[in-house]
């Protein structure tokens, strides 16, 4: 392979992880021009430059040495370790994204009962997902019959191609509406930043490592909340307890109310109304929690 002193992104060109994925590079001060076959966009600013694919060509890109680094689902990176056990090994999940969340899960039919992997002994499993539903049924010790499917794996058992399915799941509107039940979790599943496990040693190492810096910083201020509060002092050591990420807050007293403070922290994680209801319970009040824009340490 010639040496490239740019680095190669692979994302999906269109679909679920596409809008998220961009953004989430625009976050990181990424800028790119597409060209006109938009298979191929140019970085303006860094040396970083993308190529938009089917997300399950992604892996075999980056093990191949066409692309450096690839945005794709834990589910496809997984899937390809297993069914490519040789260019498998060189893969590595080198940062978890936070969007794109779904899970791989056996689903059977609602009126069947369930209640151990052994069940499925004898059975037809249909799947996009052979290398990941092979490796679960030999580590659960189960001899079912793994059908594969390209697509709409969902509608098997009513065709009477299959007894149960292997499939992707979010919401779970796709299996109810097809009349089926969700049963084992394979895997919990969302973007991932894959790439080899040694970054490249020329220039694109360099750029390799300032990408996953900014992107840790991204990462890290959008699951970041900035949370103010009111509270007395008797009650700061339940109201603390009760802040996302137990951080360390910083505190400052109320002129003319020696018995109160206002209460600043950064929680790791956002701060659901239960939370903030809880905390209002043990006496906090006036309570803002603010998005962060950028940090610095
Ligand atoms: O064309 P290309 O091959 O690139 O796209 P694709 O059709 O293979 O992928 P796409 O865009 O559908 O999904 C890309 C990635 O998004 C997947 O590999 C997962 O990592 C992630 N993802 C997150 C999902 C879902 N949620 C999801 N719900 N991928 C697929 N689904 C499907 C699932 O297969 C099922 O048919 O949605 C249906 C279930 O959804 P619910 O909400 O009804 O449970
Ligand atoms: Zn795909």
């Known amino acids: ?18 809008d998220p994925a ?4 625009a976050r990181c001060g990424l800028k790119f021009r597409q ?3 938009k298979l191929f966009c140019f970085g303006e600013g860094e040396p970083v430059d993308l190529l938009l694919v089917r997300d399950d060509d992604i892996p075999g890109l980056i093990a191949e040495g066409v692309c450096d680094m690839g945005i794709v689902g834990r589910n496809v990176l997984r899937e390809y370790q297993y069914s490519h056990p040789e260019e498998g090994v060189a893969l590595d999940e080198l940062r978890p994204l936070g969007f794109g969340r779904c899970r791989l899960s056996i689903a059977l039919p609602q009126d069947e009962a369930y209640d151990s992997p052994s069940q499925l002994n004898g059975q037809r499993i249909a799947t996009s997902y052979p290398g990941l539903l092979g490796e679960w049924l030999r580590s659960n010790g189960v001899g079912a019959k793994v059908v594969y499917l390209a697509g709409s794996v969902e509608i098997a058992p009513r065709l009477g191609t299959a007894d149960a399915i292997c499939d992707l799941v979010s919401s779970g509107a796709t299996l109810v509406a097809n009349q089926l039940r969700e049963t084992a979790i394979l895997v919990e599943s969302e973007a991932v930043l894959a790439g080899r496990s040694e970054l490249p040693t020329d220039e694109r190492g360099e750029i390799a490592e300032l990408l996953l810096r900014r992107l840790d910083g991204v990462i890290q201020v959008r699951d970041s909340r900035l949370i103010l509060l009111q509270a007395p002092r008797d009650a700061l ?3 603390t307890s009760l802040l996302p990420g137990l951080p360390v807050p910083t505190l400052t007293a109320v002129d003319g109310a020696p018995d109160q403070v206002v209460v600043q922290a950064l929680c790791a994680g956002s701060v659901s109304w239960r939370q903030l209801e809880d905390m209002k319970r043990a006496g906090a009040r ?8 950028k940090m610095l340490a």
């Open 35 to 37: 060209s006109r076959d």
């Open 237 to 239: 050591a339940e109201i």
């Open 1 to 18: 392979m010639k040496p490239r002193d740019r680095l190669r992104i692979a994302m999906q060109k269109s679909g679920r992880l596409t």
């Open 22 to 25: 961009q953004e989430l590079l």
């Open 286 to 293: 006036d309570m803002l929690v603010l998005p962060v824009e």
